[in-house]
């Protein structure tokens, strides 16, 4: 069954330094998001995005986050500097989209911890 | 407006028996509203999902109960079994979640079903 890859699984970084997250979604999808899970709290979206350019953010996903599909397979999310506050597990989704279609397929997320 | 009440927080019910989980919504413009199933480690994944052109929605023995007058909705486990063990996110959007619009998630119930 195709599935969503997340890597790194989890990433410790120091405070100010810049993080990427990598994720290939399922191959023949055409929508793609990144959700954060502060631990213990709900699921919180941040982006989606859709032909190359960004169709949605959140007030979470300031300057300091960025996207990008930098080739047909991978989708990454890049944190300029991170802050303490940004320690949460991160998820990549995917959806094939289209009016009809409510389901996001969610990787296994990538832990990051900021210290 | 764009939360998502979920309750209660945990919940432990014995094998066989049914679970109940419950949210409330006040932005009337959601209209799709999924429920998630987490396990630990592991990114959400779609369970269920309702419309709110229908007051019910079964699937096996997740059932989704929808008022739209009281703007709630609820997820009914009936058999519960230790391995529906888990965290159950109910959501909410504007538009089908798959066609980039975003998810607003609750706070998540703890399920344990016991032996």
């Known amino acids: 069954e195709p599935e969503v890859t997340q890597t790194p699984s989890h990433q410790v970084t120091q405070m100010g330094q810049e993080v990427i997250l990598r994720c290939v979604p399922i191959?023949?999808?055409?929508?793609f998001y990144w959700y954060r899970q502060i631990l213990g709290q709900k699921v919180e979206f941040l982006v989606s995005?859709?032909?190359?350019?960004?169709?949605?953010k959140s007030e979470i996903f300031d300057d300091q986050f960025s996207v990008e599909r930098p080739d047909g397979s991978n989708f990454t999310l890049k944190i300029r500097s991170t802050k303490l506050e940004d320690s949460a597990m991160y998820f990549c989704?995917?959806?094939?989209?289209?009016?009809?279609?409510?389901?996001?397929?969610f990787g296994e997320g990538s832990r990051l911890t900021v210290l | 407006q764009q939360q998502v009440k979920q309750s209660p927080q945990s919940l432990i019910v014995q094998k066989g028996g049914i679970s109940i989980i419950n949210c409330a919504y006040e932005?009337?413009?959601?209209?799709?509203f999924p429920w998630y199933q987490q396990f630990p480690g592991k990114g959400p994944a779609l369970l269920i999902a309702?419309?709110?052109?229908?007051s019910e929605k079964k699937e096996g023995r997740f059932t989704i109960s929808f008022n739209k007058s009281a703007k709630q909705f609820s997820l009914h486990i009936m058999d519960s079994q230790p391995g529906d063990s888990a965290t159950y996110f109910c959501?909410?959007?504007?538009?089908?979640?798959?066609?980039?619009?975003?998810?607003?998630f609750g706070t998540g119930t703890q399920l344990k079903v016991e032996l």
């Open positions: 995005f859709y032909n190359n350019e960004i169709s949605e």
């Open positions: 989704a995917s959806s094939l989209g289209g009016a009809n279609t409510g389901e996001l397929f």
């Open positions: 309702i419309r709110p052109d229908v």
């Open positions: 959501a909410a959007s504007e538009g089908p979640p798959g066609g980039g619009n975003k998810l607003t």
């Open positions: 191959s023949n999808h055409l929508y």
């Open positions: 932005n009337t413009a959601f209209d799709y």
